[in-house]
C-alpha cells in the first residue's frame, strides 16, 4: 500500500465516501481515487443522508469512543479553515428521562476535556434562552443537559466544498449508479459495473453506499453466486422524517440564536429527536421526527432486503400524512403551543445504513478480497465527516486500532436490535395511512 501508486474505487460520496478520499489523496498524492456516485456532488437535491441543510454537531455521547471522536471531529470544525465556514457552535440543549446527561459529562472528565457542560434542573432550562423551552414536554424528565460548546453544522453546504476540494487534489468523480460490484469466483473484487455497463477497475473497492449499502451487496452476491456477499442482518436501511418551517422575521427575531435542542427518551420509549436552530440566510428551522422505519421490498425474485424506494431520488420527497405528523409532534414537544401555527414544510424521508448498535462498519469485507466497507452511520455520521476517512484509510492499511477494528468489524457480535432505540422499529408500507393524533 505504500507505493501510492494502488487505485481506489469509492461508490458513494457522503461523509463517508468523501472522507475517505481526501484522506487518501492527502496521503497518496499518486494514488488513482475515483468517487462513483449517482448523483452529482453539486446537484440540487441529492439522496446522501449527508446532503442536507443543518445537521448536529456534538461530542455529548454516553459511549466514549464516540465522545472522544468527536471531539476530534469538532476541534477540526472549529480551527480547520476548510471546516470552519460550515460549523456554527450554538451551544445544545437536551432533556434526558435517564442519566445519559451525567454520563456525557463523565467522558469528558475522563477524557480531560474542560467545557461548561452540566446538567439542570427543569425549573433552571425553562428559564434558560429567554424562556424558549419553557412550554416543552418534560413528562418524565430527570434533568437537562447543557452543552455551550456543541452545535450545528451546514452539511450539503460542507460536502460541496470539501468535494470540491478533493477534485483539486485529484480525486475523480463519475456521475453514475453501480449495478454491481465486479467479483470474482474466489471473492476478489476488481472494481465495479455501472447500469450504463461501464467498468472500473480498481486494487480497492470501497462501498460506502450508505442506505443502499445492503441492496448494491445483495445484487452482488446474486450476479456472482457468492451468497456470503450479503449483508444480511449487518446493515439496514431506515428512514426518518425531517421538516422545516421558514421563520418569519418576528419568530426569526426570537428564535435565530437558539440552541440545537433535543428531547431524550430512554431505549423504551423510543429514539431522541430533534430540534435545530434556523440556517443564516433562509431562516429554516429543522426538526426530526421518532419514527425510524425500514422498506422491506423484493429487490430481486425471492430476496428481500429494506431498501430505499426504487426511485432515482429515493421517493424522498413524498411523505405521507403520518409521517408529516411526526414533525408536527416534534413541533409541539420542543416549543408546546406558541409555534403550533408554525407552517410546516420541505418534508423529506431521509434514509441511512443502520446498525443494531449503532456503531459505524469500517472494515475489509470479511468474504471479499479488495472490498472494504465503509458506512453504517446510524443516524448519527455527519459529525464525523472532518475525520471519518482517516479511519477508514488506517483500516485499508491494517493500522486501525484493535478496539476499533473489533468495534467496526463487519463480523462481529451485534447486540439485539430491540435494546437500540434508534434501529429501525416499523415498516414503511404501515406508515401511509392517516395522520397520528395521540401524541400531542
Ligand atoms: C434525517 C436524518 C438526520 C440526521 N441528522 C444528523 C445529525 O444531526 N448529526 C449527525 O451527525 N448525523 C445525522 N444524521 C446521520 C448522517 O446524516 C449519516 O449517518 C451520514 O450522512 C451517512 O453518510 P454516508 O456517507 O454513509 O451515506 P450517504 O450520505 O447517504 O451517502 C451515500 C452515497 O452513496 C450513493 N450511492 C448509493 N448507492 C449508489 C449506487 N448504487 N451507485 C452510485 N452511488 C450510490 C448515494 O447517492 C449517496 O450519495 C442524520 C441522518 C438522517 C437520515
Known amino acids: 500500500m505504500s507505493s501510492g501508486k494502488e487505485s481506489y474505487i469509492i461508490v458513494g460520496a457522503g461523509i463517508f465516501g468523501v472522507s475517505t478520499a481526501y484522506y487518501l489523496i492527502k496521503q497518496y498524492p499518486n494514488a488513482s481515487v475515483t468517487l462513483v456516485d449517482r448523483d452529482a456532488f453539486d446537484a440540487e437535491t441529492r439522496v446522501a443522508a449527508s446532503w442536507d441543510w443543518n445537521k448536529v454537531v456534538r461530542a455529548d455521547y454516553d459511549d466514549i469512543v464516540y465522545c472522544e471522536l468527536a471531539l476530534e471531529a469538532q476541534d477540526i470544525f ?67 443537559l447543557i452543552n455551550p460548546t456543541g452545535g450545528w453544522g451546514a452539511a450539503g453546504d460542507s460536502l ?92 426569526h427575531a426570537i428564535y435565530g440564536s437558539m440552541p440545537v435542542a433535543f428531547q431524550g427518551y430512554t431505549p423504551k420509549q423510543g429514539p431522541f429527536i430533534g430540534s435545530l436552530p434556523p440556517t443564516p440566510g433562509d431562516h429554516e428551522m429543522k ?3 421518532p419514527t425510524i422505519f425500514k422498506n422491506t421490498r423484493e429487490v430481486l425474485p425471492g430476496h428481500f432486503v429494506s431498501s430505499p424506494p426504487p426511485k432515482p431520488d429515493y421517493a424522498q420527497w413524498e411523505v405521507s400524512p403520518r409521517l408529516k405528523d411526526d414533525i408536527k409532534h ?29 456503531d459505524f462498519i469500517v472494515s475489509p469485507h470479511t468474504a471479499s478480497k479488495g472490498l472494504y466497507i465503509a458506512t453504517g452511520g446510524s443516524f448519527h455520521g455527519y459529525k464525523f465527516f472532518p475525520v471519518i476517512g482517516k479511519y477508514v484509510v488506517q483500516m485499508l492499511e491494517g493500522r486501525l ?31 401511509v395511512g392517516p395522520v397520528r393524533t395521540s401524541k400531542l
Not at 105 to 124: H, P, Q, T
Not at 183 to 201: A, E, F, P, R, Y
Not at 337 to 350: D, F, N
Not at 406 to 428: C, G, I
Open 78 to 144: 472549529k480551527s480547520d479553515p476548510l471546516w470552519k465556514p460550515y460549523f456554527h457552535e450554538t451551544g445544545l440543549i437536551w432533556t434526558c428521562r435517564d442519566d445519559y446527561g451525567r454520563a456525557v459529562i463523565d467522558n469528558y472528565k475522563r477524557l480531560g476535556r474542560k467545557a461548561d457542560i452540566k446538567v439542570v434542573s427543569i425549573e433552571e432550562a425553562r428559564k434558560m434562552y429567554g424562556g424558549l423551552f419553557d412550554s416543552a414536554d418534560y413528562t418524565g424528565v430527570k434533568e437537562v
Open 160 to 251: 460541496r466544498a470539501i468535494t470540491r476540494e478533493v477534485l483539486r487534489l485529484g480525486v475523480k468523480y463519475e456521475v453514475a449508479e453501480v449495478a454491481t460490484l465486479l467479483l470474482g469466483k474466489d471473492g476478489q473484487c476488481s472494481g465495479i459495473k455501472t447500469t450504463k455497463g461501464k467498468v472500473l477497475k480498481a486494487s480497492h473497492t470501497i462501498l460506502s453506499a450508505g442506505a443502499y449499502t445492503a441492496t448494491l451487496l445483495e445484487y452482488s452476491a446474486v450476479n456472482s453466486g457468492l451468497p456470503n456477499i450479503a449483508a444480511g442482518f449487518r446493515v439496514v436501511a431506515g428512514g426518518i422524517t425531517t421538516g422545516m418551517a421558514k421563520l418569519d422575521d418576528a419568530s
Open 287 to 289: 426538526w426530526w421526527g
Open 330 to 358: 416534534a413541533n409541539h414537544v420542543f416549543y408546546g403551543k406558541k409555534t403550533a401555527h408554525w407552517k410546516l414544510e420541505k418534508h423529506r424521508i431521509c434514509w441511512d445504513a443502520f446498525t443494531t448498535s449503532g
Open 401 to 431: 486500532s484493535p478496539e476499533l477494528t473489533a468495534k467496526w468489524a463487519w463480523d462481529r457480535q451485534r447486540p439485539d436490535p430491540a435494546l437500540s432505540p434508534d434501529f429501525p422499529r416499523f415498516e414503511m408500507r404501515d406508515l
